[in-house]
């Protein structure tokens, strides 16, 4: 992996050597109905300052999209306020408050740090405040004119929703005697997708991710609109992962789980539109999880494995418009997608992006 040039980038911003103007990671660019054009990829520290890679820098994109999934090699860090985005471009004319959003994440971050790192103990509460932040910038976003990177949507029925990256850095987390650095990534997903020029609701496919911090808002919505969040119970070997309120250890040691790990449909929840944010609450598999420190770095990628269905209001031709900002900790940032026969396979950015 070639970081050298990241490496230059990341310099210039913590020395301030940067230039504000963005328009050169424009010149290559072209308009795409899912507007996801308006996207501007960046490297940037708190305190608003960022330098903007240019679209054809392929080599550096797969990186700081995280399609490597090495955190060890990732060169941003929380420690010292830098990051990686896609929501700071000059298409973005209410830019300042995704700053704002970025910069007070990094800052609860910040503030917790012990010798240089969180203390795993701390990362459910650390979660919970970060879900407050989100709240206050998705309440004026409800009911309300879409500003362009809410406009953004999948651009296919085989990539029904937008997931766009409101930053991306490190952390390191504290087990004990020992850290272990985790990535930190705030998403905001955009649940409507294209087909044939039509938008269209989101049903996603079955998937899981990392442990999820998660905040979910209405754009837009009539009497008749839901949204339906399919529960799915892993199982590991033929047995639930977990039973009794306990995981499972053999699951929990084994370093090739993914071989075993199935998935078998559970509860469903219906999530109601309101004039409100609303908060998601863990799964009973996450909150084990975040009791459980051997678990998160076995389980990274396999948490909250659900599917999510968004209903228009068809009786008065109103379309539903729903959002969610995810936040993952996780050693790998790795999220799997499951194919109809089961199988799970890794999420690629670059495949969801695709024209």
């Known amino acids: 992996m070639n970081t050298k040039f990241i490496s230059t980038l990341v310099n210039k911003v913590l020395s301030n050597n940067v230039r504000s103007d963005a328009a050169k990671a424009y010149e290559t ?200 969040e399919q529960e799915f119970t892993p199982y590991y070997r033929g047995e639930p992962l977990m039973s009794n309120a306990q995981l499972n250890p053999a699951a929990i040691a084994d370093v090739n789980i993914l071989r075993e790990y199935r998935l078998q449909p559970g509860p469903r929840h219906e999530i109601v539109p309101s004039t409100k944010p609303i908060i998601l609450p863990n799964y009973a598999l996450d909150e084990e999880v975040l009791k459980n420190p051997k678990a998160i770095l076995a389980l990274s990628g396999l948490l909250r494995p659900h599917q999510v269905s968004v209903y228009d209001d068809v009786k008065n031709g109103i379309d539903t418009i729903y959002f969610a900002i995810d936040n993952y900790l996780s050693p790998t940032g790795t999220v799997y997608v499951f194919n109809e026969d089961g199988t799970p396979k890794i999420w690629s950015h670059a495949d969801w992006d695709k024209e």
Not at 124 to 131: D, E, F, K, V
């Open 29 to 228: 660019a072209k308009h795409r109905d899912d507007e996801r054009h308006v996207l501007a990829s960046c490297v940037g520290r708190v305190g608003n300052v960022c330098q903007f890679v240019e679209s054809d820098n392929v080599d550096t994109l797969s990186i700081l999209h995280n399609e490597f999934h090495d955190v060890d090699k990732y060169p941003l860090s929380v420690v010292d306020g830098t990051f990686f985005s896609e929501v700071l471009g000059p298409l973005n004319d209410r830019s300042p408050d995704y700053w704002h959003l970025i910069t007070e994440t990094t800052r609860l971050f910040q503030e917790q740090l012990v010798d240089g790192a969180i203390p795993y103990e701390k990362i459910n509460s650390l979660g919970m405040a970060i879900q407050q932040l989100d709240v206050l910038f998705a309440k004026p976003r409800i009911q309300a004119p879409l500003d362009v990177i809410h406009k953004c949507c999948g651009p296919d029925p085989e990539h029904p929703y937008s997931k766009i990256t409101v930053f991306r850095t490190t952390v390191p987390v504290r087990f004990g005697a020992e850290v272990q650095i985790f990535f930190l990534e705030k998403f905001l997903v955009c649940y409507s997708y294209l087909d044939q020029g039509k938008r269209k609701s989101t049903v996603t496919p079955i998937h899981t991710h990392p442990l999820n911090f998660e905040t979910a808002y209405f754009g837009q919505f009539g009497t008749g609109a839901k949204v339906v």
